[in-house]
């Protein structure tokens, strides 16, 4: 009896994914070499045990616990593979493997390529040495592919396992990808923008959470202030690619600006920063507290910088707003090294002023107002990319129905998917109505509405209500030396 059991054995094949198509390693042509081997010698096999598409890094294999299985159980005396790192690349996990499965259950290990088996002592030492050249490869592999890696970073390949929010990867027609190019996904890509759009006209991290929430804009993790800030941060939006801290210019077509990516991200800072000092009189459009009126509405007429408030010397209590091109302050805010923009005739005080005079006048000037509130012309663009989002989840939903009809697939199976898809696009249809609803006279109404009650509020001295009225009325304003134009939200 224990004759006939020396004499059984089991067969053991592995291919990695990137070994599929080379020759000589494909699961056939090893078991094919593994049976004559087997017929040559007698040997009766038990089982054939394939792990295709596995890495020999690890042990967590299929195929391979149920050759330990066998072991353990006696049904083999034998384990036989065509090759060394075949078994494992690790040589940690191969002397686990061979001493404390195979030699405790009375078990030998044969590999035909290094021509050498267990059953003796010259077998045993060898498979000790080549199994240190086998994780010496495995190292040199994993150092290769890094180094490829890098290589096509630096040539503008994006790296990462998934695609970021607003991308895809390039996909075949059946749903596999091609390559880690990325390509613009439209629906989530308006996401995006809408996103950076919202925090440069201030709302706060918590608000654009909230606001992507109640739309229900599908199963992604961005409704949390974390998620927006990490949007927020990525410079992937801008078309750049990452590696050890270092940008390099990307393939794909950027979202984003890089004159909104920089002010976002000094907007961001000054968020971080502020948040360590105490609460100051106003808050500014991206949510953080300022003591001044006009943050984050002030730009430069010259080279279109922004504006910030500062003293005109340090013991003095005088301050003006500068353009940060001139005060060259902060790197990423400079966007001319010539701007002529120097000349500062007010101070924060006098332009508060003439900005809130220009307010009044309007507020009594319901001629002037219906003016230039004439010439806004508002054009919902977005309607043809929320339209084609319907479009793409309607399509999806009778895939999923037509499989579920077809028996191909149980309800049950799918019936969490249809609601993730059916709750998106209800979100995506409200956010539809609101364009379709959405008319141009009611948001002259509610900016006269603004107008009217100003001066009120104006002398009744409530600054979070004059500041919350001025950026609600007021777009931008342009400074170039003393000339000063606003630019009004409803025009």
């Known amino acids: 009896m224990n004759n006939i059991l020396d004499n059984v054995v089991d067969l053991y094949v592995r291919v990695s994914t990137t070994e599929q198509a080379e020759e000589g390693f494909s699961v056939g042509a090893q078991e094919e070499k593994l049976r004559a081997y087997c017929k040559a010698y007698n040997y009766q096999i038990n089982a054939v045990h394939v792990d295709p598409g596995f890495s020999g890094a690890t042990m967590d294999r299929p195929a391979l ?102 991308y895809a990867f390039n996909t075949a027609s059946d749903g596999s990808v091609i390559s880690n190019d990325l390509i613009v996904d439209p629906y989530n890509a308006k996401i995006v923008q809408d996103i950076f759009r919202w925090y440069l006209e201030g709302y706060s991290l918590n608000g654009i959470a909230k ?151 309007l507020a009594l000037d319901k001629a002037q107002f219906s003016r230039i509130s004439s010439k806004s012309d508002t054009v919902h663009e977005d309607a043809k990319i929320y339209n084609e989002r319907l479009e793409e989840l309607n399509k999806q939903i009778k895939r999923l129905m037509n499989l579920y009809q077809t028996g191909i697939i149980d309800l049950a199976d799918i019936s969490d998917r249809l609601q993730a898809l059916n709750d998106e696009k209800l979100g995506v249809q409200s956010c539809l109505d609101e364009l379709k609803e959405a008319d141009n006279s009611d948001a002259k109404l509610k900016a006269w509405e603004q107008l009217e009650s100003f001066p009120a509020i104006l002398d009744a001295g409530d600054v979070q209500q004059i500041h919350r009225i001025v950026n609600a009325l007021i777009d931008k304003i342009v400074v170039l030396n003393r000339d000063v134009t606003i630019y009004w939200s409803f025009s």
């Not at 001493?99 to 088996?117: G, I, K, N, P, W």
């Open 65 to 166: 616990k149920q050759v330990i299985r066998d072991v353990e159980n006696n049904h083999c005396k034998k384990v036989i593979v065509w090759k060394l790192d075949r078994l494992s690349r690790s040589q940690k996990d191969t002397l686990i493997l061979l001493e404390d499965v195979f030699a405790a259950h009375d078990c030998h290990f044969v590999s035909l390529m290094e021509s050498f088996d267990t059953s003796t002592p010259i077998g045993r030492c060898m498979v000790g040495i080549l199994a240190a050249f086998a994780q010496m490869e495995r190292e040199n592999i994993k150092a290769r592919t890094m180094m490829g890696r890098q290589a096509k970073v630096k040539q503008g390949h994006y790296s990462g396992n998934k695609p970021p929010i607003g």
């Open 211 to 361: 606001r992507l929430a109640d739309a229900g804009t599908g199963s992604y993790a961005w409704q949390h202030s974390t998620s927006i800030r990490r949007i927020l941060s990525n410079p992937v939006y801008i078309g750049k690619v990452k590696l050890n801290n270092e940008l390099y210019e990307g393939m794909h077509e950027p979202l984003i600006s890089e004159s909104d990516f920089n002010e976002v991200s000094c907007m961001l800072a000054r968020q971080k920063e502020l948040h360590k000092r105490p609460a100051a009189s106003y808050r500014t459009k991206n949510g953080c507290r300022s003591a001044n009126l006009l943050s984050g509405l002030l730009y430069c007429g010259d080279c279109g910088a922004r504006m910030y408030a500062r003293k005109v010397c340090k013991d003095s209590p005088i301050r003006r707003y500068m353009c940060y091109s001139v005060a060259k302050t902060v790197k990423s805010m400079i966007r001319s090294d010539c701007c002529t923009n120097r000349e500062h005739p007010y101070t924060v005080e006098q332009l508060d002023e003439i900005v809130l005079n220009e307010i009044k006048k």
